[in-house]
């Protein structure tokens, strides 16, 4: 029997859908993951290039934007297991040009930056409070890496009951089997997954039908 078939005999792999209040969540998109001589490598350029598509569409559409950054003090007071396991992350300073986000997705006013020292975009931050304030009851999850933080904060994120997407072609990691690996395990039990085109149509097909004017 194929893995998929031992998930689908069990049980697994439903979908749990899209709704009609999505906010976009970028994770970890900074110089940092974008480099393959530090974090990045892999598919990870890719995936910024096909995020640029889904921003300027989350943009046109109006819905909340949510970008992370993990950002270290430069003391080291707040470093703690994850910078034992990965000590470069400790480079990840609030000022250092590796934490900051790549050009192509800059952040415009209105949007979210939040800084983070854990895998989870949820774990010691205000994400939920703050998807929870904008009425939002889906999350389009999308970033660095797949196998890392993306899957943490997919985790966290169904966790707090959000309706949550993985965007297969926003997501990377540094290398392709723990990435490929990662997508498959989240969509048998913590996400769905989208594509880019069909997560641009789909918003476009909620906020066309919002802004409808009613008869």
């Not at 598509?53 to 707040?78: M, S």
Request: aromatic residues 8%; charged residues 15%.
């Amino acid at each position: 029997m194929s893995d998929a078939g031992v998930y689908a005999k069990q049980g697994f792999g439903n979908q749990s859908g899209f709704g009609v209040r999505p906010a976009l969540l970028l994770i970890d998109f900074v110089n940092g993951f974008n480099d393959p001589d530090l974090f990045g490598g892999g598919n990870i350029p890719d995936a910024i290039a096909n995020t640029q598509r889904l921003l300027a569409c989350a943009r046109r559409t109006g819905i909340p934007v949510a970008f992370t950054r993990v950002v270290y003090a430069q003391d080291g007071a707040d470093h703690g297991v994850f910078c034992l396991k990965a000590p470069r992350l400790a480079l990840l300073t609030k000022a250092a040009h590796a934490s900051q986000i790549v050009d192509e997705l800059t952040p415009v006013s209105g949007e979210y930056v939040l800084n983070k020292t854990q895998p989870s975009a949820f774990f010691g931050t205000n994400l939920a409070n703050w998807l929870i304030a904008k009425g939002a009851d889906t999350v389009i999850a999308v970033g660095a890496t797949t196998s890392g933080c993306v899957r943490a904060s997919v985790v966290d994120c169904m966790s707090y009951n959000f309706k949550t997407i993985v965007v297969s072609d926003c997501v990377g990691d540094r290398a392709l089997a723990p990435h490929e690996a990662n997508l498959f395990d989240m969509q048998q039990k913590y996400a769905d997954l989208m594509t880019c085109d069909q997560t641009i149509a789909k918003l476009e097909q909620i906020t066309s039908k919002i802004s409808a004017p009613q008869g």
